[in-house]
Nanobody, 115 residues
Framework: QVQLVESGGGSVQPGGSLRLSCAASGRLFSIGIMGWYRQAPGKPRELVAVVTTGGSTNYTDSVKGRFTISRDNAKNSVYLQMNSLKPEDTAVYYC?????????WGQGTQVTVSS
């Protein structure tokens, strides 16, 4: 069964840091672009950051300079290092990846930034 399994997340004060991890598992023939999305209550899901197989990255403007996406192709994993977190970063974060040329989503992990 091909799937994405996320870990990390939690609650942190403004200015704090968190690291999200996501690993692809199952019978994998190819892994394409990987990324992170988020969805805050009452808002649509939005792209946070993506990374290609070659390591090229792209970020939404609101997280540039604070978040860093990376991937480890040997471990079929993608990571999101989140620094200088703000209350507006509070959301459910979802891992996304093209696995075997199909689009997959992780189960989501809650990130809450509050004092």
């Amino acid at each position: 069964q091909v799937q994405l399994v996320e870990s990390g997340g939690g609650s942190v004060q403004p200015g704090g840091s968190l690291r999200l991890s996501c690993a692809a598992s199952g019978r994998l023939f190819s892994i394409g672009i990987m990324g992170w999305y988020r969805q805050a209550p009452g808002k649509p899901r939005e792209l946070v950051a993506v990374v290609t197989t070659g390591g090229s990255t792209n970020y939404t403007d609101s997280v540039k300079g604070r978040f860093t996406i990376s991937r480890d192709n040997a471990k079929n994993s993608v990571y999101l290092q989140m620094n200088s977190l703000k209350p507006e970063d509070t959301a459910v974060y979802y891992c996304n990846a093209a696995l075997n040329m199909w689009n997959y989503w992780g189960q989501g992990t809650q990130v809450t930034v509050s004092s």
